[in-house]
């Protein structure tokens, strides 16, 4: 009995080495003298710790896990004065090695990230939707006003300024996906920014995929919202023919 058990001991040994860790992220975190950095996967809607690291004086950090395939992690920060808030970096992860840099002051917002083409790509999507978004919280200010003054033509005119707005932020999205096909990006923008769109939208997104880029992570994500959607878009069609 001993035997079998050391020798299942020296399998699952065996096993663990071989799992070395082919990502690393190393970093500084400008400001930081206490507190644990965590590195985190989303693992189907639950958030993993892959790694993670207590600061005690140095704010320099290494992080490391095992990718399969590019995807999306995060950086989270546990400060020691308790405050969870805004303390996650989210970045594009491939195989090798990464580099974040950011301040404890403005943990999310100072962090700069390299070492990634996704991620290169994520942050030029992101440059663009920024201004998309800022745009959207104009037009908020500009209903909030309308509706003050309870104006009706202000506020169909911001409705329209906001509909048009939401379009070009969807054909934005869908052209960047389609240009972007050979990174695992194209895939995951789709299903995280315009999963609502027409379907023939994220079809036309998902036939430019090439192979490969359909049986990643995000590619197979996005095949199967198309599945739900067109399943749900047959319901649909169903429930008006009976009410005809």
């Known amino acids: 009995m001993k035997k079998i058990s050391l020798l299942i001991l020296a399998c699952f040994c065996l096993i663990s080495c071989g799992k070395e860790a082919n990502f690393t992220l190393t970093g500084n975190v400008d400001g930081l003298k206490k507190g644990t950095l965590y590195l985190q996967r989303l693992n189907d ?27 999306i992690l995060f950086l989270y920060l546990d400060k020691v004065d308790g405050q969870r808030n805004d303390d996650i970096i989210e970045f594009f992860a491939e195989k ?21 083409k996704n991620q290169e790509k994520l942050n030029e999507y992101n440059g663009i939707i920024k201004r998309f978004n800022n745009q959207h919280l104009d037009l908020i200010k500009e209903d909030f006003e309308a509706q003050q003054k309870e104006n009706e033509d202000e506020i169909l005119a911001v409705n329209k300024k906001y509909d048009q707005l939401l379009k070009r932020k969807y054909l934005y999205t869908i052209n960047f996906a389609i240009t972007n096909k050979n990174y695992e990006i194209a895939p995951y923008i789709t299903i995280r920014e315009v999963f609502d769109a027409n379907v023939k939208y994220l079809d036309t997104v998902y036939n430019s995929l090439p192979k490969e880029i359909r049986k990643s992570k995000y590619g197979k994500e996005l095949k199967d919202l198309l599945k739900e959607r067109k399943k749900l878009n047959k319901l649909d069609k169903k429930v008006e023919k009976q009410n005809k």
């Open 45 to 71: 809607t639950i958030v993993e710790d892959v790694d993670s690291l207590e600061i005690s004086g140095d704010s320099d950090f290494t992080l490391q896990t095992n990718l399969k395939e590019p995807e």
């Open 96 to 116: 090798g090695e990464m580099q974040i840099n950011t301040s404890l002051k403005n943990f999310t917002t100072d962090a700069t990230i390299n070492g990634s």
